[in-house]
C-alpha cells in the first residue's frame, strides 16, 4: 500500500549468508572497524544495513586485488570522506581499481612491447593512444571540478 517500508536490517547470520562469507570475517571486519553495525535490538543483537552488504563487496574487490586489511581501511575510510553518496562512492572504487589493474597491465606489456618490430609497435600504439589521451582529459576535467579555486 501508501506506506515506505523500513531498510532491511540484517543480523550477522542473515548478512553473512548474503555476503558469501563466514560470521567469523563478519565479527573480524567489525572489530577492525572495516564494517558496523547500523543499531542494536533490545536483545544487543547487531543489525547492518543493506550498504555494509555493498561495503563487503568492496572489501572483496579490494582483497582480490592483494591490499591488506589495513590499506582496505584507509581507502575506506578516504572514499567515505569524499562522498557520502554510496554510487558516487562505489564507482569511485571501481575506477581505483581499474586503473590500479592498467598499471599492472602496462608493467606486464612494457618488456613484450621491447620484442615488437617497429611496424607492431607502431600500429599498437597508434591503437592506444587516441584512447589513452582521451581518458587522461577525461580524469583531468573530472580533477579539476574539485580543485579549489
Known amino acids: 500500500m501508501g506506506s515506505l517500508s523500513a531498510p532491511k536490517l540484517y543480523r550477522i547470520g542473515e548478512l553473512a549468508k548474503a555476503a558469501g562469507i563466514s560470521e567469523r570475517t563478519i565479527d573480524y571486519y567489525t572489530k577492525l572497524g572495516l564494517i558496523s553495525p547500523e543499531e542494536r535490538t533490545l536483545k544487543n543483537y547487531r543489525l547492518y544495513s543493506s ?16 591490499y591488506t586489511l589495513e590499506e582496505i581501511k584507509n581507502t575506506l575510510e578516504r572514499w567515505k570522506s569524499i562522498a557520502q553518496d554510496a ?16 598499471e599492472r597491465d602496462v608493467k606486464e606489456l612494457k618488456p613484450l612491447l621491447k620484442d615488437l618490430k617497429p611496424n607492431q609497435a607502431r600500429a599498437a600504439l597508434t591503437n592506444i593512444l ?18 579549489p579555486m
Open 130 to 147: 587516441p584512447k589513452g589521451a582521451a581518458c587522461i582529459e577525461s580524469l583531468q576535467i573530472l580533477l579539476n571540478q574539485f580543485t
Open 87 to 102: 554510487v558516487v562512492t562505489d564507482k569511485l572504487t571501481k575506477l581505483e581499481l581499474h586503473i590500479q589493474q592498467l
Open 51 to 66: 550498504e555494509t552488504l555493498n561495503t563487503l563487496e568492496r572489501i572483496n574487490q579490494l582483497k582480490q586485488e592483494k
